[in-house]
């Protein structure tokens, strides 16, 4: 191999690692997580679910920034788009959408499924503010739970057309 390729072989493989782990730990909170922790007692539920989402913050926020900008770099420096007429080449529009679709996931997850796993630990208050008893918590924190679950898919469903957006890429398209 080439050692000019270098550059592009390190970006497409940090691209992909990253990628696969924003993708998977999304599938994983939905299939396996979230499932598990409904099932827990509600204080330790949103304990827990605390403590998740504190280190997804850390660790899953800054490596799906990190996919989108190696998705830049892997198809504009490193890639066909050259100029801005690339763009509109069937290659370009795919990766536009892409762009789009990722950063659309990004702030779905930020601002969708983040804001309601605040509140799924937040204490669980009426339309008054005033604290639930026990029994309407537990309703509350189900009720939550299958909200982010539904959000959830929805984000897989937006990586799938990524994921089919850079299969296509891959042949040209
Ligand atoms: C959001 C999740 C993403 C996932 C799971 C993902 C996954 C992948 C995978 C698996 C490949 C390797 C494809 C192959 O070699 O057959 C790839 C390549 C690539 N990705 Fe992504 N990617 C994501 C986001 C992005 C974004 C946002 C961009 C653009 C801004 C991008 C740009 C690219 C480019 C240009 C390639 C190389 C395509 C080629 O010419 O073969 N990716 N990606």
């Keep these: 191999m080439p050692l000019t390729l270098l550059p592009l072989v390190i970006a497409h493989w940090l691209h992909v690692l990253f990628a696969i782990t924003w993708f ?3 599938v994983y909170r939905n299939l396996i ?7 827990t007692a509600d204080e330790e539920q949103r ?3 605390r403590r998740f989402k504190e ?3 850390q660790l899953i926020l800054p490596i799906a920034l990190l996919v989108i900008v190696l998705g830049i770099l892997r198809g504009t420096i490193f890639g066909q788009i050259q100029s801005v007429d690339a ?3 069937p290659y370009g529009i795919t990766w ?3 762009l789009v679709l990722a950063l659309f996931i990004f702030g779905w997850d930020v601002f969708g499924v983040g804001a309601e796993v605040e509140n799924w630990y937040g204490e669980q208050v009426d339309g008054e503010g005033s ?3 026990a029994p309407a918590v537990t309703v509350a924190l189900k009720q939550s739970a299958s909200r982010i679950l539904t959000l959830g898919y929805i984000e897989i469903g937006g990586f799938i057309l990524v994921f089919t957006c850079m299969i296509l890429m891959r042949f040209g398209y």
């Design 87 to 89: 763009l509109l080449t």
């Design 24 to 26: 998977g730990g999304v």
């Design 47 to 49: 304990q827990l679910t």
């Design 96 to 98: 536009t959408a892409a």
């Design 55 to 57: 280190r997804a913050d």
């Design 33 to 39: 997580i979230l499932p598990i922790l409904v099932q």
């Design 131 to 133: 604290p639930l008893a």
